[in-house]
């Protein structure tokens, strides 16, 4: 990952080390490209919500990534496995709830 929650990009991968989707985003739009297909949307916050199906909330996603242990509505993150590379993130509110686990590549 690159960037911050303004501008910056993200390449996920899949288990066994392919490229699962491409992510970029800027303050004007952010784009998600995954096999052939690229789709544009408004805002990063936007992008998540439809490629996750959920929404997170990004100020504090990249708090997480650094290490840092934010708070937002309705998340509780874990970030004492930071230096392992392992952080989760848990919502509560609103139902239904959902549970983030990142694994980062070091």
Same mark, same amino acid.
């Not at 992510?23 to 998600?32: E, Y």
């Not at 990249?62 to 934010?70: S, V």
């Not at 509505?73 to 509560?92: F, L, M, N, P, Y």
């Given at each position: 990952?690159?960037?911050?929650?303004?501008?910056?990009?993200?390449? $996920?991968?899949?288990?066994?080390? *392919? &490229?699962? =989707?491409?992510?970029?985003?800027?303050?004007? !739009?952010?784009?998600?490209?995954? %096999?052939?297909?690229?789709?544009?949307?408004?805002?990063?916050?936007?992008?998540?919500?439809?490629?996750?199906?959920?929404?997170?909330?990004?100020?504090? $996603?990249?708090?997480?990534?650094? *290490? &840092?242990? =934010?708070?937002?509505?309705?998340?509780?993150? !874990?970030?004492?496995?930071?230096? %392992?590379?392992?952080?989760?993130?848990?919502?509560?509110?609103?139902?239904?709830?959902?549970?983030?686990?990142?694994?980062?590549?070091?």
């Amino acid at each position: 990952m690159t960037g911050n929650a303004n501008e910056g990009g993200l390449t $996920l991968y899949t288990p066994i080390g *392919g &490229t699962a =989707a491409v992510l970029a985003w800027s303050r004007q !739009d952010a784009s998600v490209t995954s %096999k052939s297909e690229m789709r544009h949307f408004s805002s990063l916050n936007e992008l998540i919500d439809q490629v996750l199906g959920t929404s997170i909330p990004v100020e504090a $996603l990249f708090a997480w990534l650094a *290490g &840092t242990n =934010a708070s937002a509505g309705g998340w509780t993150a !874990d970030v004492t496995d930071h230096a %392992k590379g392992r952080i989760t993130a848990q919502r509560s509110t609103p139902l239904p709830p959902a549970e983030l686990r990142i694994v980062l590549e070091k």
